[in-house]
C-alpha cells in the first residue's frame, strides 16, 4: 500500500547520516586537482595545511574515499537543528495547477539562517581537534560570517572576519549578529593586511569584493600563529560536509517510495547544489539512476553559463592555489545585484566538470523573475526565502509549469538554502520597481576572460 505523503517528511534523528557522501569518489572522470601557483604542480594536502587544518587539506584531496565518517562532536552538533526537513509543496502545486509534486529540502531553520552552518561546523571541530587558537574568513552578504561565528564560539575558538565593505556597511545587523557570537568583523579591503592595504591604494573607495576579502583572510591566517582558513563554499572539502544535505533527503525520498525526476538548486560557488545532488548524481555516475539535475545562477553573474573551463585564481590577490573551473575570471566584477551569495566568478571544479561531461544542465535567471517567484513563494509556502535561494524556486515553478502543458507527472525537488530576513533591502527594491536585471555584455565578459592565466599546461 502506498503512504500518504506528509506535508513535512521529518527524519528522526537516528536517521541523521553517520558519513558524508564524497562524490568525486564516485567520478570516473575526476574534477582537476588545485595547482600550486608557483610550481603548477598538484597542491598535496601538506601544502594545503598551512591555510587550512590539517584534516580537511587531507579531505581536500581525497578523491577516493567515497564515505567519510561524520565526527560524533559534529553529528551532536548536527542534531540541534537537523535532520531538516523535506517539505511536499501541497499548496504551491496547488495554486500552479500543476500534476507534477514539488518537494523541497528547508536549511534555513537556524540561527544563520542557511545550509552554511553545516559545513562551518565541521571546520570549526578540525581546527579545534588540532588545537588551533581560531580561523579567519571572508563574508559576503555574512550568512558564511554568521555560520562561522556561531561553530566557533561553540567550540571556544576565536573566528576573524573580513566581511565585504558594501555589505558591512549595508547589512549591519549581519555584523552585529557576528559579533554576538564572538567573532572580530572588519570591512575588507582593510588596512590591517598588505593586500588590503595595496588594493586600497589601487582603488580607493572600493567597496570590496568577495575575491579580495579572501586573500586578506589568508594572509591574515598565514601571519598568525595558531591561525588557519575558512572558506564557505567552493572547495571539496565544503560539498562534501554539505552532501548530508543530499542524504537525508535522499532517506526521507525513499521512506515514500518516491523518486526524484529533476534536482534543482541555486549555484554560487555550488556547494549547497554539489550536497544536495551528491547521493543522486553518485546514482547516476554508477549507472544505476537517470535523475535531470538543474544548477540555477544568475544571469549578472553566468558561470556555467557563460563563463570558460579553465584554471584560474580563486581570489583577486591571487595568493590562493589555481583552480579548474567554470569562470568569469578572477577580475570579473559583476553588477551590484542582490543575490549576494551567488556573486562568486568562479564554479566548485566537481560540479565544472560535471556540467563539462553533460551530465548536469544550468540555467541562469534574471532577478526581477527571481523576486517575483520569491514573493510569490512566501505568499504561498509562507517561508520567506533568500533570493539566492529563489533561483531555485523559480525554475522548479517554471519546470511544473511545463508540467502542467504537457500534462506530464515528474517529482521536482529543490534545494531551499535559507531565509531572507536580513535582505528585505533588496526586498524594498523589487516592491518599489526599483530593481533591474542587468546581463553583463559579451565585451566584458571578455574582459574577465582576457584575466585568465596563461599556463602553458
Ligand atoms: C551562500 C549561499 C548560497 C550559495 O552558496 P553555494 O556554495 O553555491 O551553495 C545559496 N543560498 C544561501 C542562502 C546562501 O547563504
Known sequence: MKKEIPYKIYLDESELPKYWLNLRAFMDKKPAPLLNPKTLN???AEELSSVFCAELARQEVDDTTKYIEIPTEVRDFYKMYRPAPLIRAYCLEKVLDTPAHIYYK????NTSGSHKLNSAIAQAYYAKEQGLKGVTTETGAGQWGTALSMACSYFGLDCNVYMVKVSYEQKPFRREVMRTYGATVTPSPSMTTEVGRKINEEFPGTGGSLGCAISEAVEAASNKD?????LGSVLNQVLLHQSVIGLETKTALDKYGVKADIIIGCAGGGSNLGGLIAPFMAEQVEGKANYRFIAVEPASCPTLT????AYDYCDTGKVCPLAKMYTLGS???PSASHAGGLRYHGM???LSELYDQGLMEARSVEQTKVFEAAEYFARIEGILPAPESAHAIRVAIDEALKCKETGE????VFGLTGTGYFDMMSYEKFHDGKMSDYIP???ELQKGFAGLPDLKL
Open 42 to 44: 598538484p597542491m598535496t
Open 106 to 109: 528547508f536549511e534555513g531553520n
Open 226 to 230: 595558531g591561525y588557519r582558513y575558512a
Open 306 to 309: 557563460r563563463g570558460k573551463y
Open 331 to 333: 577580475g570579473f566584477i
Open 348 to 350: 566548485t571544479s566537481t
Open 409 to 412: 507527472h515528474k517529482n521536482i
Open 441 to 443: 555584455s559579451d565585451e
